[in-house]
Nanobody, 117 residues
Framework: QVRLLESGGGLVQAGEFLRLSCAVS????????VGWYRQAPGKERELVAV???????NYGQSVKGRFTISRDNAKTTVYLQMNSLKPEDTAVYYC???????????WGQGTQVTVSS
């Protein structure tokens, strides 16, 4: 059974930081993509950051320079370091796992991140 278990969300003030973790079990390939999407109330789900094989990364425009994604293949875990948080970063953050062709994908249950001004 594939499971994506997110942790690290919470309530912080603007300018502070959080680190999200997503432990993946039941599936893992060093060549697959893992990462984070988010969805704010009334908005569509959007890309935050994804990391593929060889540590290739792709970031959403609004988080570039503030967020850093990394993966630990030995621990089958993906991390998201979020610095200089802004109120507009408030959303439910979902962990994502998928193959490079997009034929298989799995999602976590989500973790709430709230940034107060």
């Amino acid at each position: 059974q594939v499971r994506l278990l997110e942790s690290g969300g919470g309530l912080v003030q603007a300018g502070e930081f959080l680190r999200l973790s997503c432990a993946v079990s039941g599936i893992w390939s060093n060549s697959d993509h893992v990462g984070w999407y988010r969805q704010a109330p009334g908005k569509e789900r959007e890309l935050v950051a994804v990391i593929g094989s060889g540590s290739s990364t792709n970031y959403g425009q609004s988080v570039k320079g503030r967020f850093t994604i990394s993966r630990d293949n030995a621990k089958t875990t993906v991390y998201l370091q979020m610095n200089s948080l802004k109120p507009e970063d408030t959303a439910v953050y979902y962990c994502y796992y998928g193959d490079p062709l997009g034929t298989v994908e799995f999602w976590g249950q989500g973790t709430q991140v709230t940034v107060s001004s």
